[in-house]
């Protein structure tokens, strides 16, 4: 049976209506669908978000619904009035987004004998407003700076289609801008929106009255007195980026905030102005700074996984931390570390019986280190780091002794631009081992004791709009790498006589986030590449210092270190090309609660993964680069999305039997999959 909406409330006004369709009838009716027709310049997600009437849900999610709310969720029943306020949203929703010209209509299909409904909403959008022209008023004797900002980071400009919301964004992005340059008391005039019926398009005119401009007046550092803990009030006021009587300005007060909570001292931190104590003749408003310490010792156990070495790492250990170290919020860290990679592959019964732990299927790392923290050199944007670690790297068919020393700068440049600066020295003894686990008698080239002096610069830009799941956004990283300088030039280091490595080492990563309106589908994308050259000498650049391929974060139709054309993979090559693209699709994003697991949290993710590494810049050839595909899930947490993830081998450039493509190979004997497990996204 089909009606349309206004059949329907005529029916509903009418009084002697027939039970069947009574609204207490219709009221009984479960909605099985709720489907858009005619929209194809709004996408249906986008509609259905608007509307109050939704679809019931699975029939597992109502069975355990009658058992809890927590288990799942009630069957959702047609509801006549609701219907009509969700055709005045939709069409209010599209003179939003400037449909002037829409229309919005529905057709029910009910079902009385097993109680069901299906809706559907026909839409006849009609032709787009577009902003022809858009003028802004009362700029007049403003600072440049304020002028630039206003003029070169607009979000809509003439020629752009028309929507409420880009224009809101667009009001609440000036009135920032004038905000964050002292002007806290700017008045927006009535805005005028003038749409002309001759061409369906729109003016829009804007007039400020920017009124006085406003300065940081005094600082005041409140500590919360529930702890006994105190920082420096200098420090506090050190890492601000505002002094009294520079312009006032929301971002920089935000900015500050960043700062403190960056120190990893405070549990807390507020800035607030207190416009309320300011005199009624001064243009100054004096700031306080509310903070409570965190405990500045603490003694910490640790049980946790990790993804480095792009696989799945058990780690335990024990750390120490000191927040304030001699003051200043100096931090010291002290921790030591034990780690079992791909503890899945591990033969214990062949450890414990023969070979030991040189057995080739234990992969480990144990570890010793400290580091201090100065957070503030020269400026606030600026972070000197020193640690000192030594490590026992258990690889396949090798374990490496690893003695580092590092000393770290690093600066805020730009709003989402850091730089760094480190030095190392880095004594490394590798040894290798047979099969069998016994030490050979020589070692292999590049498995030679070395002791090398590195320096590397770090550039990276950071526009990611969340740090474990971005929806959109780009990280870009570049870094240069060089050892053996300063032995070459000054004879030695700290007298050792053990040989360096004189190489150059370039690296460069860039991953690009793209998402839809509401999120739902997510595409994601990485290149990756690097190499190393010898500019002096015959030292091999060491084990340590290569690149490596395969795993979790790598192609993943590989194991971690398997994947190369070079004589051993495990022991990393000097050239890396990687590529990498993901599509992550919420698909259970409207499917309510089962249980006690909220699937929204769950998304589907398909993958395709290309890469290798070489021996040499010159030996990269395109038939050599692996490739890989398949599928994965995620489960969002709160420290990040766990994973796992199916990688086929698509094709195999090294297989021996000579069927490279998985289209030459009998599906279920010759192709070769692996499951990986790893903590946040590959990338």
């Known amino acids: 049976m089909t009606l349309s909406a206004r059949v329907l409330c005529a029916l509903l006004t009418l009084a002697g209506a027939s039970v069947a369709l009574s609204q207490t ?49 009630k069957p959702r029943f047609f509801d006549p009035e609701a219907l009509r306020s969700d055709v005045l949203r939709l069409r209010q929703y599209y003179r939003d987004q400037g449909f002037f010209l829409s229309s919005v209509d529905t057709t029910l299909q009910m079902d009385f004998a097993n109680r069901s409904i299906d809706i ?5 959008e009609g032709p787009r407003s577009v902003i022809d022209t858009l003028v802004v008023k009362g700029l007049e004797n403003l600072p440049s700076i304020l002028l630039e900002d206003i003029e070169n980071n607009r979000l809509i400009r003439a020629g752009d289609p028309y929507s409420v919301d880009a224009v809101e964004q667009e009001l609440r992005r000036i009135i920032n801008s004038f905000a964050n340059h002292g002007y ?12 002309y019926a001759s061409t369906n398009n729109i003016t829009l005119i804007w007039t400020f009255r920017p009124n006085e401009r406003y300065s940081f007046g005094n600082v005041t550092v409140v500590h919360d007195t529930t702890v006994s803990q105190r920082v420096d009030e200098a420090v506090v006021i050190r890492h601000l980026e505002f002094l009294p009587g520079d312009f006032y300005s929301e971002e920089r007060k935000a900015d500050s905030e960043r700062n403190l909570n960056r120190l990893g001292v405070f549990e807390a931190t507020r800035i607030e102005p207190l416009v309320d104590q300011r005199p009624e003749d001064s243009l100054r408003i004096p700031m306080r700074v509310f903070v409570r310490p965190r405990p500045f010792h603490e003694l910490t156990p640790e049980i946790g996984v990790n993804d480095e070495n792009s696989a799945f790492n058990v780690t335990t250990g024990i750390g120490y931390s000191n927040r304030n170290f001699f003051g200043g919020a100096r931090s010291l860290t002290i921790r030591t570390r034990v780690g079992l990679q791909s503890i899945q592959d591990v033969n214990f019964t062949r450890i414990l019986n023969h070979t030991g732990l040189r057995d080739s299927s234990l992969i480990s790392r144990i570890e010793l280190s400290s580091q201090i923290v100065q957070p503030y050199l020269f400026s606030n944007k600026v972070r000197l780091t020193t640690s000192l670690s030594a490590m026992l790297e258990k690889q396949k068919n090798y374990f490496a002794p690893i003695y580092q020393a590092r000393v770290g700068v690093d600066a805020q440049l730009a709003r989402f631009t850091r730089g760094a600066v480190e030095f190392h020295l880095e004594r490394v003894d590798p040894q290798s081992f047979t099969k069998e686990g016994e030490e050979e008698l020589s070692r292999r080239e590049g498995l030679t004791p070395q002791f090398n002096s590195i320096i590397t610069l770090t550039l990276q830009r950071d526009r990611r709009n969340d740090l474990f799941s971005p929806t959109e956004g780009f990280f870009h990283s570049g870094s240069i790498e060089e050892s053996g300088f300063l032995p070459s030039t000054f004879g030695g280091v700290l007298g050792s006589r053990l040989p360096y490595s004189n190489y150059i080492k370039i690296s460069a990563v860039g991953q690009w986030y793209w998402g839809t309106r509401e999120n739902t589908v997510i595409w994601a994308g990485r290149l990756r590449g690097g190499f190393s050259k010898l500019y002096r000498g015959d030292v091999e650049v060491p084990i340590t210092r290569k690149f490596f391929a395969g795993g979790s974060e790598s192609v993943r139709g590989w194991r971690s270190r398997e994947l190369g054309a070079v004589p051993s993979p495990n022991e990393g090559g000097k050239a890396l090309f990687e590529a990498n693209v993901e599509l992550r699709w919420h698909l259970f994003s409207k499917a309510g609660r ?18 290798n590494i070489w021996t040499d810049l010159r030996r990269i050839r395109a038939s050599e680069i692996a490739m890989a595909a398949g599928l994965g899930l995620r489960w969002d947490t709160i420290a990040g999305p766990i994973r796992i993830d199916f990688g086929l081998r698509i094709y195999d450039p090294f297989d021996m039997s000579g069927r490279k493509w998985i289209t030459q190979r009998r599906f279920f004997h010759d192709t070769y999959g692996l499951v990986h497990f790893g903590i946040g996204h590959a990338f």
């Open 25 to 73: 009838s219709l009221r009984e009716l479960e909605v099985t669908s709720v489907a858009f027709e005619g929209n194809r310049e709004l996408s249906s997600d986008a509609l259905a978000a608007v509307l109050q009437t939704k679809e019931s849900p699975g029939f597992l999610s109502k069975l355990l619904g009658k058992i809890s709310a927590s288990l799942g969720e």
């Open 594 to 611: 089962f249980l006690f697991i909220d699937p929204s949290n769950i998304s589907v993710v398909g993958f395709v993964d290309a890469g």
């Open 184 to 195: 806290v008391r700017v008045q927006l005039e009535e805005p005028i929106a003038r749409r």
């Open 120 to 124: 559907i909403f026909r839409i006849v």
